[in-house]
């Protein structure tokens, strides 16, 4: 993966680029509007527990429950800016989304995509109301997006072996998620992969021993006022794996419409994994995160980093260019971003977000299966001329 690209080289259909998904992603930050954490209906969400931490900064708010308590780099950071503390998650929220949107494209450049299916790639993840649509309209979750940017920091500087940078990555993702920790198993699997243990493993356990002392740290230092222990986390969720319905919520509902794409391109799926096994492997560690707790499809966000750069390659190398197809991919993105809750202009009805997200889950994939039929039957003719 390292490698593919050389960072630093920014060119003309970058900056395009770049301009482009400024003005989409402002656009749906926008639409994707904001929560009423006033409502009734909202009281016993974390959104509140994050407010009160914030409102405590510089100091720690006693009465925040297990496991926010240990979350506590984003709140704390709010807290210290002067002024309102809802306005300061506001500008806090809005700045970092489009940092993340910004690192989310030259990440997927990094792993080689051209500028325009690397633009592609992040429209499709601004379009994902699980994800970018969450944390735009519950602004209290800038945990989420602090966690999703020291990711993108930690695989970096993994891949580049710059061990100082990923030390102080992984010191702030330990006190703000605990995904950030999974960097740790994923790193060791990089370096296997790469035959790069014997040289670099020392190096990588030395970079990794702070955050995971910060980690330890946190825990044994604050006292929650309350919240389940992670055995009773465990306890209380793992049952989702026997529920075909909430594993749908897992696996499916959090990628709608392109959730079947890598299954319909195997071949170039299989491709991308090839010497990649570290990101199936953090695939595979965050998709286990909703057995810890009462969410489903929020916490799948961080997988965004591998997926979606699959997703472009997919379209630039097996789709493109075929320019209808790349249209109703992202005609069916807007369409399932579109909410009943999520949004400023919102739906009429749960039922109504269902069906616009299950139809263009329906469209997309049908089409890119006789797309996929197509090109197969076009190569074993060529094959057989």
Not at 109 to 131: D, E, Q, S
Not at 221 to 230: D, E, F, N, Q, R
Not at 359 to 372: F, I
């Amino acid at each position: 993966m390292g490698g593919d690209m050389n960072i630093a080289v920014f060119d003309r259909t970058d900056r395009t680029s770049l301009l482009v998904l400024a003005l989409v992603a402002a656009t749906m930050l926008f639409l994707y509007g904001r929560i009423d954490y006033t409502n009734a209906a909202f009281k016993e969400w974390d959104s509140l527990v994050y407010l009160e931490m914030a409102s405590a900064s510089p100091h720690l708010d006693p009465d925040a429950p297990r496991p926010f308590a240990f979350r506590l780099l984003g709140p704390y950071l709010v807290g210290l800016i002067p002024g309102s503390t809802e306005n300061a998650f506001l500008a806090v929220d809005f700045a970092l989304s489009l940092l993340l949107v910004y690192l989310m494209y030259r990440f997927s450049r990094y792993f080689g995509l051209r500028p325009p299916f690397a633009c592609l790639a992040t429209v499709l993840y601004i379009f994902n109301k699980h994800f970018f649509g969450f944390t735009a309209w519950n602004y209290f979750h800038v945990n989420d997006l602090i966690t999703n940017i020291l990711l993108i920091v930690l695989f970096w500087s993994m891949m580049e072996s710059r061990w100082l940078l990923f030390a102080a990555a992984l010191c702030l993702g330990a006190a703000t998620r605990e995904t950030a920790m999974i960097m740790i198993p994923v790193g060791l699997l990089y370096l296997a992969e790469r035959r790069l243990l014997a040289r670099e493993g020392g190096r990588f356990a030395a970079a990794a021993a702070p955050g995971l002392a910060v980690f330890l740290a946190i825990r044994l230092l604050v006292h929650p006022a309350a919240g389940p222990t992670l055995a009773q986390a465990v306890s209380a969720h793992w049952t989702k794996i026997t529920s075909l319905e909430r594993m749908y919520h897992v696996l499916v509902n959090p990628f709608v419409p392109l959730a079947f794409v890598p299954a319909v391109f195997f071949r170039r799926t299989f491709a991308f994994l090839k010497g990649r096994l570290h990101l199936l492997a953090f695939f595979v560690l965050v998709a286990a995160t909703p057995l810890f707790g009462h969410n489903n499809e929020r916490l799948l966000n961080p997988t965004s980093l591998a997926f979606y750069p699959l997703v472009g390659f997919i379209l630039q190398d097996c789709v493109w260019p075929n320019r209808g197809m790349i249209a109703l991919v992202l005609a069916g993105g807007y369409l399932s971003s579109l909410h009943w809750l999520v949004a400023r202009y919102p739906l009429p009805s749960r039922g109504a977000t269902a069906a616009l997200s299950g139809g263009s889950l329906v469209v997309v994939t049908a089409a890119l299966v006789v797309l996929q039929i197509c090109r197969i039957r076009s190569c074993s003719r060529r094959g057989s001329s």
